[in-house]
């Protein structure tokens, strides 16, 4: 073997460590920026579950947007409004999480087994089918419904 060749081979092994480094690192600033999307997603709910905790804590403070107390008419009522929407939330968060590859899959099922239990509770269908503004992802509300119309009909066979 000559000089050259061991050059050439050393050469080529430094260029392949290089690009290979390259594409782990742009591997990596992808899942840091995932980690980073669901983490803001989180932390925005999270926010929203503040604004619902008072009014869980004080349902009387509910009224300050008369169209989230529309029909509502105790503050049980408002109560497990709120506190049925905050369940929903953190569900939520573990639908983002999941579906950005955060969350492994056992984990999150678990979740939906939970979540559909939940589901069959009067409260919960109450706010469900309740018109008031719930900020959530239009795509979440679609799997949610999606997942109570398939347990009603698996409930009817």
Excluded: C
């Excluded at 080529?12 to 390259?22: E, G, K, T, Y």
């Excluded at 932390?43 to 905790?53: A, P, S, T």
């Excluded at 999941?98 to 009067?122: A, C, T």
């Amino acid at each position: 073997m000559t000089l050259q060749v061991v050059q050439v081979m050393l050469q080529s092994v430094s260029s392949f460590a290089i690009a290979a480094s390259m594409i782990f690192g742009a591997i990596q600033l992808r899942k840091w920026q995932r980690a980073m999307y669901v983490a803001n997603f989180s932390k925005m709910v999270e926010l929203q579950n503040q604004l619902r905790r008072i009014r869980v804590d004080s349902p009387e403070l509910a009224s300050v947007h008369k169209h989230d107390v529309e029909g509502l008419t105790s503050p049980r009522a408002v109560q497990d409004y709120f506190l049925n929407l905050m369940q929903l939330s953190l569900f939520e968060i573990a639908w983002f999480s999941h579906r950005q590859g955060q969350l492994p899959d056992d984990y999150y099922n678990s979740w939906v087994n939970k979540m559909e239990s939940i589901f069959g509770e009067e409260s919960f269908q109450r706010m469900i089918e309740k018109p008031g503004m719930k900020i959530l992802h239009d795509e979440f509300v679609a799997y949610v419904r999606g997942l109570m119309a398939a347990k009603r009909e698996g409930a009817r066979t």
